[in-house]
């Protein structure tokens, strides 16, 4: 009887609470998709920049021109002048308002598909290993935690894995 009490205790005992710590941030940079998605903003950024640049360098062009020229040129040709230098600031001011929105846009469209991605595979280990919470320790306030129960690296392999299986294959 005392061997089938003991036997019944175990079962009902409680099992031990089992957490994992994942970040989030680092998973993100060092994921092979991740450095895409950052490489992918970053040469648009610099394509924006650059676009910007000429722009500024047009103006500039032609306020120069409309300075050495200003005692020089008629009153229609300096009002032309003037209008063409404001109406490229207008164009410069809304493209760059418009490729900054598209940019923002574009970079939490491809940051929430790569989270809603990461989670999936952070699900799957959890399962696997039997984690009753797992807290990303970029955005969870947790101030110190045992290494040994971060799965950040096995999440990034897994993604990593993940996204090579599901790539088309070149022929």
Excluded: C
Aim: charged fraction near 30%.
């Amino acid at each position: 009887v005392l061997v089938l009490a003991a036997a019944a205790f175990a079962q009902q005992a409680p099992s031990p609470f089992k957490v994992a710590v994942v970040h989030s941030q680092r998973a993100f940079e060092q994921s092979a998709e991740g450095k895409r998605v950052a490489a992918q903003l970053q040469e648009r950024d610099s394509k924006i920049k650059t676009d910007l640049q000429k722009m500024d360098d047009a103006i500039r062009a032609l306020e120069t021109r409309f300075n050495t020229q200003r005692l020089t040129l008629t009153q229609e040709a300096g009002l032309a002048l003037q209008s063409d230098i404001e109406r490229k600031q207008t164009e410069r001011k809304r493209y760059e308002e418009d490729q900054t929105r598209d940019i923002q846009t574009l970079g939490q469209n491809l940051i929430a598909r790569l989270r809603s991605e990461m989670v999936a595979i952070v699900e799957q280990i959890s399962k696997e290993k039997g984690y009753d919470l797992v807290l990303d320790i970029g955005a969870s306030g947790v101030v110190t935690w045992n290494p040994t129960i971060d799965i950040t690296d096995e999440v990034v392999r897994r993604y990593d894995a993940s996204k090579a299986a599901a790539a088309p294959t070149k022929k």
